[in-house]
């Protein structure tokens, strides 16, 4: 990660008319990916990566990197149904198909280990977008981002793997906070703690 960061300083330290899309696009879609992990709805947090995965979507297809790009398509259209209270049957069949449609894309832009990755990143983050607790859907997210690092690193996208980075720090933090994170010992109610040491 270090030797793609520092390819990229030159262009950083520029005028910005000399910079790049792809550092505009990463740097856009590392900031909205962030600022998602940060917020605590979860409406909120599929609205803000809803902005992250298109201009990420904009990212992977000037790096050519067509299985991501394409997935960041299909992100969009489950967020969008999942942003709502309560999606109808026929969003979420819609929904429902976009797994295969994510197997196909992957088969068809088949990429080696990149394309194995992104999909498996995907299914993931599609599971994680169905919770309707923010606690299980960071869990999930947590995964998919570990898995999404993969084929950052093979993608040589320095700004996905300083999101993903900052991606599962921002979500630990939020398990942490809703003490999902915590050992059972120190989530035990005082009352139920003494009993124990009690009884024992």
């Known amino acids: 990660m270090t030797v793609f960061l520092l390819d990229y300083l030159p262009t950083l330290s520029a005028l910005p008319a000399t910079i790049s899309p792809v550092v505009m696009t990463g740097i856009a879609g590392l900031s909205a ?7 605590g709805g979860r409406r909120a947090i599929l609205t803000a990566q809803a902005a992250a995965s298109s201009l990420f979507l904009l990212h992977f ?15 969009l259209i489950q967020m969008a149904v999942r942003v709502q209270r309560q999606p109808s049957r026929t969003l ?14 992957a088969v068809l832009s088949w990429q080696g280990p990149m394309s194995a990755l992104s999909a498996t ?16 859907m960071r869990v999930f997210f947590v995964m998919a981002t570990m898995v999404g ?3 950052n690193l093979l993608a040589g996208s320095a700004f996905g793997l300083v999101s ?37």
């Open 61 to 75: 297809l000037l790096l050519g990197a067509w299985t991501a790009m394409l997935m960041c398509g299909l992100g």
């Open 149 to 151: 690092a993969g084929h």
């Open 33 to 39: 990916a962030t600022l998602s992990t940060l917020l």
């Open 164 to 200: 993903d980075a900052m991606g599962l720090c921002g979500h630990c933090v939020g398990l942490w906070r809703a003490g999902m994170l915590r050992s059972p010992i120190r989530r035990q109610p005082p009352t139920t703690r003494g009993l124990s040491e009690a009884s024992a």
């Open 121 to 136: 990143g995907f299914l993931l983050a599609t599971l994680g977008r169905w919770q309707t607790a923010v606690g299980r």
């Open 92 to 105: 979420g069949l819609l929904y429902g198909l976009t797994v295969p449609a994510a197997l196909a894309v």
